[in-house]
């Protein structure tokens, strides 16, 4: 493995600030740093009808290839670009199409769930939790997921109610013990935010020596 190499993984629960967070690392490190979502790694299931597709719980670990980004993430430490999947949240499915994604000295690695798998958490350099309470969050995904990913006001709620709730506690709230560091109030908070980038600062710095 490439020691010059950061791996920084950022959990929280839904719509916990997690893209915002990233993005002012990014404003920070700029073309030094790439990204990969978890989202992009829902399991392809053409096999089953979009009915079908719409009663997956897709906040259960099972409803990930965790094997796939794994090894992209292992790659990408080697100094290896990879092709990852993308996925259209309006259609609950992968597209044919690959997205790469260039091997560079900052890896970012963002998602619900990337704390709760032991294989992958080992891999992370930093592990940073994004906080926020349960309301901020639903008010949150309930804008998103209706103005972004064309969704329903009633399915949203249902969605929240039957998996995302219970699969927060089950999984999501439990892995936070797993990190480094906490960032309660998400994008805002920019005391932690600073501090995170600080940390990686010297963690670049140090490779060079």
């Not at 719980?57 to 993430?73: G, K, Q, R, T």
């Not at 006001?153 to 998996?163: I, K």
Request: net charge neutral; with cysteine; aromatic share 8%.
């Amino acid at each position: 493995m490439n020691s010059e190499v950061i791996i920084i993984g950022i959990a929280g629960g839904s719509a916990s600030g997690k893209t915002t967070v990233v993005k002012k690392i990014m404003d920070k490190f700029g073309d030094q740093l790439s990204l990969i979502a978890l989202d992009s790694y829902y399991r392809d299931r053409s096999d089953l009808t979009y009915d079908e597709r719409c009663k997956i719980n897709y906040d259960h670990p099972a409803s990930l290839d965790f094997d796939l980004l794994i090894e992209n993430v292992k790659q990408l430490k080697r100094g290896q670009d990879v092709d990852i999947p993308v996925y259209d949240f309006a259609i609950y499915n992968r597209v044919p199409q690959v997205e790469r994604v260039q091997a560079r000295r900052i890896i970012v690695v963002e998602g619900i769930l990337i704390f709760a798998i032991p294989e992958l958490r080992k891999l992370f350099d930093i592990k940073v939790f994004v906080d926020a309470a349960a309301d901020v969050r639903m008010m949150r995904r309930l804008k998103r997921d209706m103005q972004e990913r064309g969704r329903s006001f009633e399915s949203v709620e249902r969605q929240y109610f039957e998996t995302v709730r219970p699969m927060h506690f089950d999984f999501i709230e439990p892995s936070k013990q797993y990190a480094d560091i906490i960032i309660p109030r998400g994008g805002s908070n920019l005391v932690a935010i600073n501090m995170l980038t600080a940390k990686v600062k010297d963690l670049l710095d140090g490779a060079k020596d």
